[in-house]
């Protein structure tokens, strides 16, 4: 149990298009998400809250237009990488908590912008 | 946002040798819970604890909370190859839903 998918695994796009990557719970609902970028050889840094049916928290430092997240059901949330350039290239990870302790992650999203 | 010291930062240690790591703050966490994280993948939850003092076991791996709940610690027993990887130790205080996470410890096992 507990499992988190997200989509897609990898993705390699252009300076200045988007890039939506999903994350669903698979056998869970989840009204939290949480999205993380993690540098190279660098943890997981915290970029937002995502609570289903309301506007994300970000954390201090992270730009809400540029990160677009929408938490539309109790098993999907996406992040839209708006306008990406190569600094956005990271490793991008979701978690959903099915309550208020654990938090399950997904696989992570790799995203590279040439 | 905070951050977890976790100590070593890496360890090389040869297989069937016991492995300790351990995590700090200088605030207090009501829950801590430990990760570990394959390359290119995400953490996987391996061990969580709710209550100062708490000592857990999963499998070869054992975790305690410590008391003042400043910390905690993670054993690992009789390590095998498959125990490499990256070790994330991440706490969460009172009232909050994130996590902050730890530096990480990377774990190589020698066969």
């Known amino acids: 149990g507990a499992v988190v998918s997200q989509h897609p695994s990898w993705v390699i796009c252009k300076s200045g298009t988007s890039v939506k990557i999903e994350c669903r719970s698979l056998?869970?609902?989840?009204?939290?998400m949480f999205w993380y970028r993690q540098f190279p050889k660098q943890s997981l840094m915290l970029m937002a809250t995502?609570?289903?049916?309301?506007?994300?928290?970000?954390e201090q430092g992270v730009e809400k237009d540029k990160f677009l997240i929408n938490h539309a059901s109790l098993t999907l949330s996406t992040l839209t990488v708006t306008s990406a350039h190569p600094e956005d290239s990271s490793f991008y990870i979701c978690?959903?908590?099915?309550?208020?302790?654990?938090?399950?992650f997904g696989p992570g999203t790799r995203l590279t912008v040439t | 946002g905070q951050q977890l010291n976790q100590s070593p930062q890496s360890m090389f240690i040869q297989e069937g040798e016991d492995v300790s790591m351990n995590c700090t703050s200088s605030?207090?966490?009501?829950?801590w819970l430990w990760y570990k994280q394959d390359p290119g993948e995400g953490p996987v939850l391996l061990i969580a604890l709710y209550k100062a003092g708490e000592l857990t076991s999963n499998g070869r791996l054992t975790a305690q909370f410590g008391i003042t709940r400043k910390d905690s610690f993670l054993n690992i027993s009789a390590s095998i190859p498959s125990d490499v990887g990256i070790y994330f130790c991440?706490?969460?205080?009172?009232?909050?839903?994130?996590?902050?996470f730890g530096t990480g410890t990377r774990l190589t096992v020698i066969p």
């Open positions: 056998d869970f609902q989840a009204t939290t």
């Open positions: 991440a706490g969460r205080q009172t009232g909050a839903n994130n996590l902050f």
């Open positions: 605030s207090i966490f009501n829950t």
């Open positions: 995502s609570n289903e049916g309301s506007k994300a928290t970000y």
């Open positions: 978690s959903a908590a099915p309550g208020i302790h654990e938090q399950y």
